[in-house]
């Protein structure tokens, strides 16, 4: 069975610019969960999808969203890209949501705002 | 308030010798998951263990076993045997319901665990 793959694996942007990011989960899987990897801040929720519905959100701006499609695949989107934004960007995807939900990481897509 | 809390920035290990990585947490939900990951330096995170809160074993998964004190909230990774490839970022996390609804999952800061041969 094929693992969580995300696109792309590195981008560079510059500030301001918006940037969509691809998230494919193992198939069978219904949720997908994001986070945030940076050093300062560590890893960082910021919002879990279920059956195309926003479940949970983290505590980031507006400027961060996402959506999850009919086949579970699930993309997220950050406008007006700060320095800040630059960070290890980690999709994890799991069969169910749940307390005991085990996830399953994607290889992540590394974002670099210049 | 921290919810996870891995004390240990980095921990030694001599190869083929067993080490413990240390993690507290605190929850007021009863119900709660707790995992471990590795985060080897290109950068997956791979699932290692899980150990529920009701479960009363601890949890075991070939050289990785959980050392569960629901009474301290502690979720102790033990690592038997350490091989090189173990070398790696470890991560304690916690899933717990959220009062708004759904669930999330918490990480710890991490343990960097350097394996000498």
């Known amino acids: 069975k094929a693992g969580v793959t995300q696109t792309p694996r590195y981008l560079i942007k510059t500030r301001g610019q918006q940037v969509t990011l691809s998230c494919s989960p193992i198939?069978?899987?219904?949720?997908v969960s994001w986070y945030q990897q940076t050093p300062g801040q560590g890893l960082q929720f910021l919002f879990e999808?279920?059956?195309?519905?926003?479940?949970n959100k983290g505590n980031f701006p507006g400027r961060f969203s996402g959506r999850q499609f009919s086949n579970s695949r699930s993309e997220m989107n950050v406008s007006t890209l700060e320095l800040g934004d630059s960070a290890l960007y980690l999709c994890?995807?799991?069969?169910?949501?749940?307390?005991?939900?085990?996830?399953?990481f994607g290889p992540g897509t590394r974002l670099t705002v210049l | 308030a921290q919810k996870i809390t891995q004390t240990q920035p980095g921990m030694f290990v001599q190869e083929k010798e067993a080490v413990t990585l240390d993690c507290t947490y605190d929850?007021?939900?009863?119900?709660?998951?707790l995992f471990w990951y590795k985060q080897p330096s290109s950068g997956e995170m791979i699932f290692l263990i899980y150990?529920?809160?009701?479960?009363?074993q601890n949890a075991t998964e070939g050289r990785y076993s959980l050392n569960f004190q629901k009474a301290r909230k502690s979720a102790n990774l033990v690592i038997s045997a350490s091989q090189l490839g173990d070398s790696a970022m470890y991560f304690c996390?916690?899933?717990?319901?959220?009062?708004?609804?759904?669930?999330?999952?918490?990480f710890g800061a991490g343990t960097r665990l350097f394996v000498k041969a």
């Open positions: 994890a995807s799991s069969f169910r949501t749940g307390r005991n939900n085990e996830q399953f």
């Open positions: 198939s069978g899987h219904r949720s």
């Open positions: 999808y279920f059956s195309e519905t926003q479940r």
């Open positions: 929850t007021s939900d009863p119900s709660y998951g």
């Open positions: 150990q529920g809160s009701y479960d009363q």
């Open positions: 996390a916690m899933r717990e319901a959220r009062d708004t609804g759904g669930f999330k999952t918490i």
